[in-house]
């Protein structure tokens, strides 16, 4: 099991803009959404996991590490944070937002995927999120009031020495 500290490692990691590339088409999605798709504010309402065959969220795995510390305060605190935490996307490409005032730490601003003062640019269905440590790109998809960056990862995520691949979603829904 996950101690307290790698788990706040994951989840600074996860939340970070590490998103996934799990596409479903099922008619309502924008495919190749235009940046007046996902301009505006937008708030995240799940965190995923997928190894292809199964999905968990985050979040509520979160919540289960917590409470398996005996920490579920500390657990609520910070997906009450994560979720009402407010980015927005800018018409001249430019990212605003701050994190809530739900958030305790800090270094809360770390939590969101998109700092304020970066810069974002759709192309197709990539979103490009360029910051002072460089450019990240995700598969984006947009339907209705929702917006989901994607991303596939690899990592060792239950310490036993290999390396799992996943894909990691972060979904928002719209402030």
Same mark, same amino acid.
């Given at each position: $099991? $996950?101690?307290?500290?790698? @788990?706040? !490692?994951?989840?600074? !990691?996860?939340?970070? *803009? @590490?998103?996934?590339?799990?596409?479903?088409?099922?008619?309502?999605? %924008? %495919?190749? *959404?235009?940046?007046?798709?996902?301009?505006?504010?937008?708030?995240?309402?799940?965190?995923?996991?997928?190894?292809?065959?199964?999905?968990?969220?985050?979040?509520?795995?979160? %919540?289960?590490?917590?409470?398996?510390?005996?920490?579920?305060?500390?657990?609520?605190?910070?997906?009450?944070?994560?979720?009402?935490?407010?980015?927005?996307?800018?018409?001249?490409?430019? !990212?605003?937002?701050?994190?809530? *005032?739900?958030?305790?730490?800090?270094?809360?601003?770390?939590?969101?995927?998109?700092?304020?003062?970066?810069?974002?640019? %759709?192309?197709?269905?990539? @979103?490009?999120?360029?910051?002072?440590?460089?450019?990240?790109?995700?598969?984006?998809?947009?339907?209705?009031?929702?917006?989901?960056?994607?991303?596939?990862?690899?990592?060792?995520?239950?310490?036993?020495?290999?390396?799992?691949?996943?894909?990691?979603?972060?979904?928002?829904?719209?402030?």
């Amino acid at each position: $099991m $996950m101690n307290l500290s790698r @788990l706040m !490692v994951w989840a600074f !990691v996860l939340v970070m *803009p @590490l998103m996934f590339a799990s596409c479903k088409k099922d008619g309502n999605e %924008v %495919v190749n *959404p235009s940046g007046n798709a996902v301009e505006g504010s937008w708030k995240i309402s799940d965190i995923k996991i997928s190894d292809g065959k199964d999905s968990q969220s985050f979040l509520d795995y979160i %919540v289960d590490l917590y409470a398996q510390q005996g920490a579920e305060e500390e657990g609520a605190k910070l997906i009450a944070c994560l979720k009402d935490s407010r980015i927005t996307l800018n018409g001249d490409g430019k !990212v605003t937002g701050a994190a809530s *005032p739900k958030c305790e730490s800090e270094d809360s601003d770390d939590l969101n995927p998109a700092k304020s003062g970066s810069t974002w640019k %759709v192309n197709g269905n990539k @979103l490009t999120i360029t910051d002072s440590d460089g450019s990240e790109t995700f598969d984006l998809t947009v339907s209705g009031n929702t917006m989901t960056w994607s991303n596939q990862e690899e990592d060792d995520l239950d310490g036993d020495g290999i390396n799992e691949k996943y894909t990691f979603s972060i979904e928002f829904r719209k402030a």
